[in-house]
C-alpha cells in the first residue's frame, strides 16, 4: 500500500496523502518517487507537453515532484 497517492487525468497531475495509511516523511517521498517513476515508465506520462499538479504535498513531496517533472518534461 502507498503514503501517497498519484493520478493524472488529462494535463493535471492529482496528488495527495493516503489517509488510510499514516507514515512519516520519508517513506511518502520514497513512495511519490516510485508512483511516479511507474507512471513515467508505463508512458502514462508521455512527457514533452504542459503539466500541472493539484492537491496537498509536503514540501519534499513538492521538491521531488517539480524536480523529476521539469527534467522529463
Known sequence: ???Y???L?????HVGFNRNFPAQGDRI???TLELLNQMIDSGEIPGGKRILIDGPQSIPV???LSHKLVHFL
Do not use: P
Not at 487525468?9 to 497531475?13: F, H, I, Q, S, T
Open 1 to 3: 500500500m502507498q503514503s
Open 5 to 7: 497517492q498519484i493520478e
Open 9 to 13: 487525468k488529462g494535463e493535471v497531475l
Open 29 to 31: 517521498v520514497r513512495d
Open 62 to 64: 513538492a521538491y521531488v
